[in-house]
Nanobody
């Protein structure tokens, strides 16, 4: 099993920056991919960013490309989401996700087996 714990969400103003963290524990050696998703009130969970531990380029949603950056610290089993130039439409609960399937589609929320509890990001205008 893999456990994920997110942190870093809070209330910020439009244009501000924020960094979210996700610490993985348990059978982390088996993780093939990790990503960030978000869910706003009344909306479905949507893909934000993800990468494969084996390497290669990261994948981003068009809505965050150029503003958000996903990164990792292997020694700390931690994945980060650096969010710059935040907009009110970025307001959502942000979830960290992980999976062990090498055939995983990075942007498909339904294909991730492990999820954190979420952290709230609120961007005021």
């Amino acid at each position: 099993q893999v456990q994920l714990v997110e942190s870093g969400g809070r209330l910020v103003q439009a244009g501000d920056s924020l960094r979210l963290s996700c610490v993985a524990s348990g059978r982390t050696f088996s993780i093939y991919a990790m990503g960030w998703f978000r869910q706003a009130p009344g909306k479905e969970r949507e893909f934000v960013a993800a990468f494969r531990w084996s390497g290669g380029s990261s994948l981003y949603a068009d809505s965050v490309k150029g503003r958000f950056t996903i990164s990792r610290d292997n020694a700390k089993n931690t994945v980060y989401l650096q969010m710059n130039s935040l907009k009110p439409e970025d307001t959502a609960v942000y979830y960290c996700a992980a999976d062990r399937n090498p055939s995983l589609r990075l942007g498909a929320a339904t294909e991730y087996d492990y999820w954190g509890q979420g952290t709230q990001v609120t961007v005021s205008s």
